[in-house]
């Protein structure tokens, strides 16, 4: 068995706010792994940090065989991976046929397969009948599509997803489930993170349950689904919080 992600200990911290807190994170390759846990639990910023965009506090990581913290190894592991980070990263004037354009010369696609790649990745995401609009005009959910589009660019082997589907319309919500489906089918890894329950139980073969920045649960979803639901899982280990509801009361009272 090949890891695509494997990390020991690692942590991140924020000042006095411990993040990430000794993650033990093992991900094989061709899994389709979700790492769910509530808000504030440390999945962006694991997620940051196995792609290169926060260093860590200590611990080791291991992406795709190879170690990102050394340069040359990174710039490898970075030819091989899509990301979509938290904040998107797009380019407010650019239109979606450039901001394609772009990422694809980063990657140092060759010009054809770049052009045959924007022209399928712009139908499948159906962002090609909005050609003259800037991506400062676009919708949340479009923003979302056109970042999954630039992740997928440059095929990769490993893709990295934080929160995929969060503001997407049900509509493209199940056309993106239904793709990323086909992507993990033909041997790639997809590494999402969410805090909604039914669509790691709907995608994931595995799960990673994070909560206050420690990896509380890591397993096939087959064998958390042996022992209950996964929603019996996540509530026994993260907790359910009945304080915020009491202290609401007043909502009800009426006026
Ligand atoms: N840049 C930052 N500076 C300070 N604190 C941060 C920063 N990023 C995240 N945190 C804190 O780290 C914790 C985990 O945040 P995050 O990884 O974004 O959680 P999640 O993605 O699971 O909602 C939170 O307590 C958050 O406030
Ligand atoms: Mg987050």
Redesign the pocket.
């Known amino acids: 068995m090949t890891l695509a992600i494997e990390t020991e200990q690692l942590t991140r911290t924020?000042?006095e706010?411990l993040?990430?807190d000794q993650v033990n994170l093992s991900v094989e390759r061709g899994a389709f792994y979700g790492f769910l846990?509530?808000?504030?639990?440390?999945?962006?910023?694991?997620i940051?940090m196995l792609t290169g965009l926060l260093a860590p506090t200590s611990g080791k990581m291991t992406i795709l065989e190879k170690n990102p913290l050394n340069a040359a190894e990174s710039l490898e592991i970075k030819r091989r991976v899509g990301v979509v980070p938290?904040g998107l990263a797009l380019f407010d004037n650019l239109t979606a046929r450039e901001h394609l354009t772009f990422v694809g010369r980063m990657y140092l696609l060759p010009p054809d397969t770049l052009q045959e790649r924007i022209e399928s990745l712009l139908g499948l995401m159906r962002l090609d009948d909005e050609e003259k609009k800037l991506t400062l005009e676009y919708s949340h959910g479009m923003k979302k599509k056109l970042a999954l589009a630039a992740a997928l660019l440059p095929n990769p082997d490993l893709l990295f997803l934080?929160?995929p589907f969060e503001g997407v319309d049900a509509v493209a919500s199940r056309e993106l489930r239904e793709m990323l489906a086909r992507f993990v089918a033909r041997g790639s890894t997809v590494f999402l993170?969410s805090?909604v329950l039914d669509i790691v139980q709907k995608l994931c073969t595995h799960v990673g349950i994070?909560a206050g920045?420690k990896l509380v649960r890591q397993a096939s979803l087959d064998e958390i689904r042996h022992g209950g639901s996964l929603e019996d899982c996540f509530i026994e280990l993260v907790g359910s919080d009945t304080q915020s509801a009491q202290t609401l009361d007043w909502l009800e009272e009426g006026g």
Do not use: L, R, Y
Request: proline share 4%.
């Open positions: 924020f000042g706010v993040a990430v846990g509530p808000n504030g639990a440390g999945k962006s910023t694991t940051k938290e934080d929160e993170t805090h994070i920045g």
